[in-house]
């Protein structure tokens, strides 16, 4: 006999139906409008996702622009794992930023950080709704939180970053108050609880200069560069009286990060060197130990001279991966390494696929390592067998676009996030046995509806054969309304890294808006030229020791291959890049007049002034080769402002005020020389902003700028931009 159905799945069955016919009337629909550069910003974006214990749902943050505020702040949605129910917003802060949600163990309330009362505090809500619970009223706020595995606690930590503790919360206890749980000479830094719920491990330093603080309070505050900092090592400290325990000591290296095993017998950690002349943001001194908590016995399990990703252990306990470059040397792929926690050589899995593999999660039966990675321009999920000789990884997905995200052992669901041209990042969760079809994913967000509406270029993947018969790939974006055989002028857009690619996602950023320029009638052009990521080791090392001259040529000739090919317009050629992709249109300015116009932004012209100047050496010494003392021809050889005289093209410049990645005096150089040249040129500085743009003004200014400079020295447009352009989107509703 069939089961009556019920109301709520009645309605559910409804609205379900009512999308559906939504959905396919709107596809028919053809889209209204082009794009325009507040439709960049006004663009939404999903985060945090987390799916419940029990798989019945997901968490996620969406992050949308307040223009007024000149500000992005975010809220809290959930949505059903089965797509029964619509995705529904659960906070509506729209001047407060609602962040972290993290599910509670019986997967009925969440808990999150909210800064609605001004300071960051610790909130607990149901999921059906309701007003959240506010667990803290700490007068500096609360940093972060977690919820015990057996759901009776919820810790957090707050206090300022110098005084920082922990305190503990019991879930039993509805009127319950949060109590202090550590007293530690110095402040918590990382932390986690066991999974017995026994105990919270966490790092300190070993000091604090009171002093120290102490002046900076009363303004001695001179900075001390590479000020030496005492290490963090590990402790604990139990539940039950608050008594701590240290496990790790030593001089020369602290703490940096750690992961738990699931039956608490282990805890994998990595180290920072403790000399005050090692670089903290490239860690090249950082090991990885394995400690036995049963014993307090501690291994050591690399020692090389790079950094290492984070340790992650499997569901059973008998393992944990990392991933580091192959052989442990600096610039190669990146491969997995498998560590058997009793003792057996560590393994190297991957070894035979020319390509890299980043952070992976674990299957739930501890047999399969799942990853995700670039190859081209799309980027997909593939998985390694560990039963197998884990030489070459099996692919899963054969899809247009960039997937990313992870696997969830407890719950048996891929978390998936996936962009493609049309349509920017959304969520899904799918099973292992449907991963491969996307057509049974359940998609748990819909965040930028809006696009629909919007007249796009068209993505074509292009390739070419460059200087030395390697054949080069990119992306050529077609205007709106592209005619065959029509000549449309061309900007060239050059990505970051350089050890990265340009792939099949939404444009979706003030970096390349490439829907603005199609919908004015112009094709974009996005090589990845050589060093770019993506197409193998020898294709991404190449350019060490001999960083520009390969890559130029691939640029050059794939614009060559689109005026071959009828597109591209020999005599409206422009060129735009950031970072890296400004170091090449520095280059490019100084070895060719072929372009008539360039926007750099972030670039380095002089290679000797910018290896004190940046805040990492490495990549430098990397690709050129030993460090200025100790190679300086060759490093004024690759500088462009070897060459600056040969400067012809109309060039804007921009650069973060605060950028320490590419300082601002190179841009600073770049501006002197071409003014003293008499090459047209603009200087745009963004105040407080570092290597990239966070301000969602400046980021208007930018495109804007950026956008118009082209207007006016490729089509011949009089003037540049207006200011009351920009203040007129103040007084748009």
Not at 21 to 47: C, N
Not at 387 to 397: F, I, N, S, V
Not at 485 to 509: C, E, K, T, W
Not at 618 to 624: N, Q, V, W
């Amino acid at each position: 006999m069939k089961r009556a159905r019920t109301l709520p799945r009645i309605f559910a069955s409804l609205f379900l139906a009512v999308l559906v016919l939504s959905l396919a009337s709107g596809a028919e629909q053809a889209a209204t409008r082009k794009m325009e550069f507040m439709d960049v910003l006004r663009l939404r974006s999903a985060a945090s996702a987390s799916i419940s214990p029990d798989g019945q749902h997901v968490l996620y943050t969406v992050s949308e622009l307040n223009w007024k505020e000149g500000r992005r702040f975010t809220d809290i949605w959930i949505a059903s794992t089965d797509g029964s129910v619509a995705p529904r917003q659960m906070t509506f802060t729209p001047d407060r930023n609602e962040s972290d949600p993290e599910w509670a163990r019986d997967s009925r309330h969440f808990a999150f950080l909210s800064d609605r009362d001004g300071r960051q505090q610790l909130y607990l809500m149901r999921i059906d709704g309701g007003e959240a619970r506010q667990v803290s009223d700490h007068k500096d706020g609360v940093n972060r939180f977690a919820f015990s595995r057996d759901g009776r606690w919820l810790a957090f930590s707050a206090g300022k970053p110098e005084e920082r503790q922990i305190w503990l919360l019991d879930l039993r206890d509805g009127n319950a108050k949060p109590e202090q749980l550590t007293r530690h000479d110095t402040p918590v830094r990382n932390w986690d609880w066991a999974p017995d719920s026994s105990r919270i491990f966490f790092t300190a330093p070993d000091a604090l200069d009171r002093d120290n603080l102490k002046r900076r309070e009363k303004k001695f505050d001179v900075r001390i560069v590479d000020e030496p900092e005492p290490p963090s090592h590990l402790w604990s400290v139990a539940v039950s009286d608050k008594s701590e325990r240290r496990w790790t000591e030593a001089a020369a290296w602290g703490v940096r990060d750690f992961t738990i095993s699931r039956d608490g017998a282990w805890i994998a950690f990595r180290t920072a060197s403790a000399d005050r002349y090692e670089n903290p943001l490239t860690q090249d001194h950082s090991e990885i130990y394995l400690l036995s908590l049963g014993i307090g016995e501690l291994r050591r399990i690399t020692e090389n001279r790079v950094s290492e990703g984070a340790p992650r252990f499997s569901p059973d306990s008998r393992w944990f991966v990392f991933s580091a470059p192959d052989e442990f040397t600096p610039g190669r792929n990146t491969k997995l390494y498998l560590v058997p926690v009793a003792g057996s050589p560590v393994r190297k899995l991957l070894g035979a696929w020319d390509a890299s593999a980043g952070s992976a999660t674990w299957s739930a039966d501890s047999k399969t390592l799942y990853f995700f990675e670039g190859i081209g321009v799309n980027q997909h999920l593939f998985a390694v067998s560990l039963e197998g000789d884990g030489t070459r990884p099996a692919q899963l997905t054969h899809l247009t676009g960039v997937l990313s995200g992870s696997f969830d052992s407890e719950t048996g669901y891929f978390l998936l996030s996936r962009s493609t041209p049309e349509r920017p990042a959304d969520y899904y969760v799918a099973r292992p046995a449907d991963v491969a079809n996307p057509a049974r994913w359940t998609r748990v967000s819909d965040t930028n509806p809006q696009v629909a509406e919007f007249q796009l270029g068209t993505y074509e993947t292009v390739r070419w054969k460059s200087t030395d018969g390697q054949t080069v790939e990119g992306i050529l974006i077609k205007p709106v309304g592209y005619e065959p055989g029509r000549r449309y002028p061309l900007i060239v857009q050059l990505h970051g890294g350089p050890a990265a690619a340009y792939m099949n996602s939404f444009s979706d950023s003030y970096g390349t808006y490439v829907h603005i320029f199609a919908a004015h009638g112009y094709a974009v052009f996005q090589p990845n030229y050589r060093g770019s990521d993506n197409y193998g080791e020898r294709f991404r090392m190449q350019i060490a020791g001999d960083y520009f001259r390969q890559a130029f040529d691939d640029i050059l000739t794939g614009v060559d291959y689109l005026i071959a090919q009828g597109i591209a317009d020999p005599d409206r050629l422009g060129m735009m890049g950031w970072s890296a992709g400004g170091h090449w249109s520095n280059w490019t300015l100084t070895h060719t007049d072929r372009f008539r116009a360039i926007s750099t932004g972030a670039g380095a012209v002089n290679w000797i002034s910018m290896y004190a100047q940046t805040d990492v050496q490495a990549p430098r010494e990397f690709y050129f080769r030993g460090k200025p003392w100790e190679n300086f021809e060759h490093y004024w050889d690759v500088s462009p402002l070897k060459y600056i005289t040969n400067a012809k093209t109309p060039t804007l410049i921009h650069v973060g005020e605060a950028d320490r990645r590419v300082p601002k005096p190179q841009s600073d150089e770049l501006h002197m020389a071409l003014k003293k040249l008499g090459v047209p040129t603009e200087y745009i500085v963004y105040p407080g902003m570092p290597h990239g743009l966070t301000n969602p003004r400046y980021q208007l200014v930018k495109m804007v700028a950026e956008f118009n400079w082209f207007e006016k020295w490729i089509r011949g447009k009089e003037g540049w931009f207006e200011w009351k352009t920009l203040l007129d989107t103040l007084e748009e509703k």
